[in-house]
């Protein structure tokens, strides 16, 4: 346990020569942000650079006051910005940075981990320490070296909570390209093999972030998850997100026939936002493995072609998605270019019909996902099908997709 805290107590000595995340892309910043207002990828705000995902990270497991209050910080400090107007662009690691706010307060609760008498009480602190490093590294752009250093921060706490909470986690080992590539394992119980869910997260979330995903919904239904970084993100920063968007999923799927744990003919795999892409072309490239695949707010043709619609994407956005292909932000006609290889149906996919069942489903109103988007999903598969959930309240719009897509999985493994 000592070396996550000795790389903490490193990393929280204020320096006020680290550079800001929104300077890391390096380009002139939009006349005008597009606004968004989404369970999935939270709302933007006219004076905040990130957009704020208070939406997901509420579900984690983030309190919601701990979150306003973290904000406040950001938002009251003095402190030089590299852009003025905007509140989280704070110079250097310092009081009111972002990134030192929010690793600020997973350190405390890293603290109280160690204090903690009780195991279980310990992993629930634990767990704490992982979703706030991960919400302090985010929107986890390449080359934010602060950011990189508390996504290992946060992969150590998750390690750590794994070892306390009532569920079994394993690490697994994988190679891709002659690299070690980091998966894990939940495990519902000690009397497997399991039915298993692989999970593809967003370009914008860690793979620390899905623990309630598995003890809510999952594990009570007796189904494993296997987690993995997506490509260029995380622990899997290594490598770029090439138009193979499934490329380190794939080596994962084939892993699992090794794994005694899991029965490896029944695996559904989970896509959110551009996660559905990879699992997606895991339902075309990989038929034979697969039950079926879920998708929510898939971003597969519309965002990546349209470019009336990748105009209502919001500045943070842009950057990620120039950061996680490794293109210049500045170049955005190059951006938009390239992406529209990324198209499942310009790859010639989508379109086709698949053997493998496929469910899409879409919160109403998604900026990234239109309700044409989720009909041709569902179109190209031979058993198809539409889920279209309410916006309204906004809160539970994620937690009842969440929901019947878990029940939809169950039907096809259990």
Same mark, same amino acid.
């Given at each position: /346990? ?9 990393? +929280? ?10 300077? #890391? ?32 990270? #509420? ?9 306003? !209050? ?34 600020? %307060?997973? =350190? ?13 009480? !310990? ?25 990189? %250093? ?31 590539? @980091? ?14 869910? /692989? ?25 494993? /998850?296997?987690?993995?970084? =997506? ?18 999923? @794939? ?6 026939? %090794? ?14 936002? +551009? ?7 895991? !339902? ?62 310009? $790859? ?6 698949? %053997?493998?069942?496929?469910?899409? !489903? ?5 900026? +990234? ?29 994620? @937690?009842?997709? /969440?929901? $019947? #897509? ?7 493994? #259990?």
């Amino acid at each position: /346990m000592s070396e996550p805290i000795n790389r903490s107590q490193s990393l +929280f000595k204020p320096q006020v020569n680290q550079q800001e995340t929104s300077t #890391i892309a390096r380009r002139q910043p939009r006349i005008a942000n597009p606004q968004i207002n989404s369970s999935l990828d939270g709302r933007t705000e006219p004076s905040w650079y990130r957009v704020l995902n208070r939406p997901q990270w #509420i579900w984690r497991g983030i309190n919601p006051i701990d979150l306003e !209050a973290t904000l406040a910080r950001i938002a009251v400090s003095d402190a030089e910005r590299t852009q003025p107007h905007l509140l989280d662009t704070v110079i250097g690691y310092r009081s009111g940075n972002w990134i030192y706010e929010w690793a600020n %307060q997973a =350190m405390q609760w890293q603290q109280k981990a160690l204090d903690a008498g009780d195991q279980a009480q !310990a992993g629930e602190h634990w767990l704490q320490a992982a979703l706030h490093y991960s919400v302090a590294s985010y929107p986890h752009l390449r080359g934010d070296h602060l950011a990189e %250093q508390v996504e290992v921060l946060a992969n150590r706490a998750y390690k750590e909570a794994a070892h306390c909470l009532g569920y079994k986690v394993r690490e697994l080992s994988l190679r891709h390209e002659g690299h070690p590539l @980091q998966a894990y394992l939940h495990l519902p119980g000690d009397e497997g093999p399991y039915p298993v869910v /692989m999970l593809c997260g967003g370009l914008d979330s860690l793979h620390s972030d899905s623990y309630r995903l598995f003890r809510e919904y999952l594990a009570p239904r007796g189904i494993a /998850m296997v987690t993995m970084d =997506m490509p260029s993100v995380g622990a899997s920063s290594r490598w770029t997100l090439t138009q193979d968007t499934s490329c380190l999923h @794939q080596v994962l799927l084939h892993h699992l026939e %090794q794994e005694s744990w899991v029965d490896h003919h029944k695996v559904v795999i989970l896509g959110i936002r +551009f996660g559905a892409n990879a699992a997606l072309r895991l !339902a075309f490239l990989e038929p034979q493995r697969l039950r079926g695949v879920a998708c929510l707010g898939a971003v597969v043709h519309h965002l990546l072609c349209s470019p009336r619609q990748f105009d209502q994407v919001p500045q943070m956005y842009v950057d990620m998605l120039a950061s996680r292909l490794g293109i210049d932000a500045s170049a955005e006609g190059l951006l938009r270019a390239e992406l529209q290889s990324y198209s499942l149906k310009n $790859q010639g996919l989508l379109g086709r019909r698949c %053997q493998v069942p496929v469910l899409a !489903a879409g919160i109403e109103g998604d900026p +990234f996902c239109p309700e044409e988007e989720n009909r041709f999903i569902a179109m190209s598969s031979v058993e198809g099908r539409r889920l279209k959930i309410p916006s309204s309240p906004l809160p539970t719009g994620f @937690q009842r997709a /969440m929901e $019947q #897509i878990a029940d939809w999985i169950e039907q096809k493994l #259990i």
